[in-house]
């Protein structure tokens, strides 16, 4: 089975313009995951500080930004931003999967929601890693890309209601018992920890750090990733296009130097941003 | 209208002269004492300003009032040295039991300044008057070496940047309080001696000599009540405040160093408290709003949450927390701010939530890195072998 590795070598022989490219991920979609990720660091760099206020660099950040006051500013400025980003993704299942009863969004090869072949992918992948089996073949969405969705989805649930209820507490108080004011910021941070960990250690490796992708997987900037690549990550769902013909449907122009430029800068300051949070984190968390 | 204003004149002028009467009639010291530059055999300078010692508190004493032992030219070799305290017998009494009782170090005109121009302590020109008091013992208290020497703070630049000090120096407060007005002045004992208006127990006295609401007001409380009946642990006005660099309670850097302070003896109260938004948001600066102890607790008048005059008294719990939280209602105060989420007893519910999140997050984790680390060796194993054959192939 040729390898990513195998593809980008590839790839890199063909000249630029010879290798056909395929559409992955809408212009929407990307813009969604960059309102994400951006909100995110945000949410983080200054969660944490607050998390671990103890600790020296907290102090030197708040310092930076103008106090604590600024840097509770700044959290719930994200928090509007990544509030929104949810807003508009649930508009567009709501849209597609129920309004316009679009097929494969609830349920099916195209779907987030796990089925039962995501179970035996998961197995399948460590008999691979342990060498006791052949790779799992995976379609659109991997078990991992799955579960990487389904956090960020309930965790958004999760820390955004607890965050609410502590910014309006007074509001939230009319509804809730006087313990769950206490409860939503221990639900709040160790939740907001979770994610600060998941994201900058598993998801970071998972998807970009890892050899068949290394030193980023370009793909959710660009939106297109080439036929190679397209091929050996999701030969399932290549397959059944090919075998629907519906893959020429999918064929889009290389994405020009300028925007893999583009994307390298942006993709790396994220991933700097994040390993150097996940470094402070790990470090203020051990000596807790 | 011209003959008025001279004959006024020269009035005044007889009237100057007239005053410091008692002085001319010391002519036969004052040929030799009124040269400014005169000295004795150690250099010391002993001319007299007949004219300022006139004007000061003893200008109506002759020379030999307190130079009894000159009673002929040339003067007797050594000369025995003035005794104040051969009029001034209760200050000379309380200055002997004091911490300045060696003599030697510190003669009265140590903080009376020199001897011929000694004024009242309500007169501006006194070394002691309450405006020149902090300068005059800050010669000796704002050193370094001598604080070193004898194992004290440098107190001077402690007082003059705190309350009082600005209320003194800058605002010319008569009223504010400066080192004597603590202290004492003559009899100034150690803050150790049961006696000193300075020891723990005398201090609410001490400070309610000006701040007398206050003080009434911290000895209803529980710290007042405590220290009354002995308990030297419980805090005074000092602890809380400190001794010198009294700040200005609603300055943002008191109100930051002040939760450490009631943790130093509320130790699990403070650990507690560490835990919840207030601190995390509170403790470091930039954003001082968020509660510290005694916005919940009441500063003097600390009282138990059972008394129903306690600002944490179930019944003013929604008017205590609404201060800062609009809208707070019964539920809301049911808010603990000082949850302790280990403690299963106290806190079951917070346990548990406690609990699950941290499961949730021990499991995810470490099912995700071994996941990821055996994915990682997997990928760069294929890598490998992969590159490898390709050499072959290529050699």
Redesign the interface.
């Known amino acids: 089975m040729p390898?990513l590795?195998?593809a980008a070598i590839e790839s890199r022989e063909k000249s630029h313009a010879e290798v056909r490219h395929f559409m992955r991920f809408t212009r929407a979609q990307r813009y969604l995951h960059a309102a994400l990720f951006s909100s995110f660091l945000g949410l983080a760099a200054t969660g944490l500080?607050?998390?671990f206020?103890?600790s020296i660099w907290?102090?030197g950040l708040?310092?930076g930004v103008?106090?604590?006051?600024?840097i509770?500013f700044f959290h719930k400025f994200c928090a509007l931003v990544l509030t929104v980003a949810f807003l508009i993704h649930l508009k567009e299942i709501v849209t597609r999967g129920i309004i316009h009863r679009e097929k494969g969004i609830f349920w099916g090869a195209t779907s987030m929601v796990a089925n039962w072949k995501d179970v035996k992918d998961l197995f399948g992948?460590?008999r691979?890693?342990?060498?006791l089996g052949p790779k799992p073949k995976f379609d659109r969405y991997a078990y991992?890309e799955k579960f990487d969705y389904w956090?960020v989805f309930w965790g958004m649930i999760v820390i955004g209601f607890s965050g609410y209820a502590?910014w309006f507490?007074?509001?939230f108080?009319?509804f809730?018992?006087?313990?769950a004011?206490?409860?939503v910021?221990?639900?709040h941070s160790?939740?907001g920890?979770?994610a600060i960990?998941?994201i900058f250690?598993?998801h970071f490796?998972?998807t970009h750090l890892?050899?068949?992708s290394f030193p980023m997987d370009l793909v959710v900037f660009t939106g297109v990733e080439s036929e190679e690549e397209f091929k050996t990550k999701r030969p399932l769902e290549y397959q059944r296009l090919k075998a629907q013909g519906k893959l020429e449907a999918r064929v889009a122009e290389a994405p020009g130097i300028w925007q893999i430029n583009f994307s390298k800068v942006v993709g790396f300051t994220a991933i700097v941003i994040g390993l150097v949070l996940l470094v402070l984190t790990l470090s203020a968390y051990l000596r807790e | 209208m011209k003959t008025a204003s001279s004959i006024a004149l020269a009035l005044g002028a007889l009237l100057a002269v007239a005053a410091p009467r008692a002085v001319w009639a010391e002519t036969d010291c004052l040929s030799c004492h009124a040269d400014a530059s005169l000295q004795d055999a150690s250099g010391k300078s002993v001319g007299v300003d007949a004219h300022t010692f006139g004007a000061s508190i003893h200008g109506s004493l002759k020379c030999g009032d307190c130079h009894a032992a000159i009673k002929e030219y040339p003067h007797p070799d050594p000369i025995t040295p003035v005794k104040c305290e051969s009029c001034h017998a209760d200050q000379a009494a309380g200055l002997a039991g004091s911490v300045h009782s060696v003599k030697a170090e510190h003669p009265c005109t140590s903080c009376h300044g020199d001897a011929h121009a000694i004024f009242p302590k309500d007169d501006a020109r006194s070394a002691v008057y309450p405006l020149n008091v902090p300068r005059t013992c800050g010669a000796c208290h704002g050193n370094d070496a001598m604080a070193k020497k004898h194992g004290l703070p440098n107190v001077y630049p402690l007082y003059i940047d705190s309350i009082h000090g600005f209320a003194l120096s800058k605002e010319g407060l008569l009223v504010a309080a400066n080192c004597q007005s603590c202290h004492g002045s003559h009899h100034i004992l150690s803050h150790k001696d049961p006696l000193s208006p300075t020891y723990k127990t005398n201090i609410p006295k001490t400070c309610g000599n000006c701040h007398a609401g206050i003080t009434a007001s911290y000895m209803n409380g529980v710290h007042g009540k405590a220290v009354a009946a002995g308990d030297l642990k419980a805090p005074v006005c000092s602890d809380c405040h400190t001794a010198h660099a009294i700040l200005q309670p609603t300055a943002d850097a008191f109100r930051m160093q002040s939760t450490p302070i009631c943790g130093s003896c509320h130790k699990e109260k403070l650990s507690t408290y560490?835990d919840?938004?207030h601190?995390?948001?509170?403790?470091?600066?930039?954003?001082v709003?968020t509660a510290r102890c005694w916005d919940c607790h009441g500063a003097h008048d600390v009282l138990p949450a059972s008394d129903p005059r306690s600002p944490i008294a179930k019944a003013n719990l929604v008017v205590t927390c609404g201060r800062c939280?609009?809208?707070?209602?019964m539920?809301?105060?049911?808010?603990?701010p000082h949850?302790n989420?280990r403690n299963r007893k106290l806190?079951p519910?917070?346990y548990f939530?406690?609990l699950f999140?941290?499961l949730?997050?021990a499991g995810?984790?470490g099912f995700?890195?071994i996941?990821?680390i055996?994915?990682?060796?997997?990928?760069?194993y294929?890598?490998i072998k992969?590159k490898s054959t390709e050499g072959d192939k290529n050699a």
């Open positions: 390898d590795e195998q500080p607050l998390r206020s103890e907290a102090r708040a310092k103008g106090g604590f006051g600024a509770l992948h460590i691979w890693f342990l060498g991992w956090a502590m507490a007074p509001f108080a009319r809730l018992p006087g313990w004011l206490n409860a910021l221990v639900i160790e939740e920890l979770l960990l998941f250690s598993i490796v998972n890892r050899p068949d | 560490r919840t938004f601190s995390q948001l509170g403790s470091l600066g930039g954003y709003e939280h609009a809208g707070a209602n539920s809301f105060v049911q808010y603990q949850a989420a806190n519910a917070l939530v406690r999140m941290n949730l997050l995810t984790l995700f890195v996941h990821t055996l994915w990682l060796i997997r990928s760069r294929d890598q992969k």
